[in-house]
């Protein structure tokens, strides 16, 4: 196993991470937003009204998008271990 092929394996774990992330990142930053936006404009400044639609959000986004994470991460991994042996350098 080379420099170059453990940085590419890291590379591509990041890049993963990444994007099975993004949707419950995105829709829990969207809701962030959307309830500051009306916090500020209600002047209603209750600290435990943002968390509460936070993870609403991340939870209907997991549970949104769980089939397409699983998939993903399940593709990753077999190919990891597809290709053990050229890894190995057997």
Partial sequence: MT???VVDIGREALI???????PMLGLGLITGLAVSIFQATTQVQ???LSFIFKIL???GALM????WM???LLDYVSRLFINIPNYVGV
Wanted: proline share 4%; net charge negative.
């Fill in 16 to 22: 993963h991470v990444l994007l099975i992330t993004a």
């Fill in 57 to 59: 959000a991340v939870l």
């Fill in 64 to 67: 949104l998008f769980a089939p």
């Fill in 70 to 72: 699983l998939n993903t």
């Fill in 3 to 5: 420099q170059q092929m």
């Fill in 46 to 48: 209750e600290q435990t």
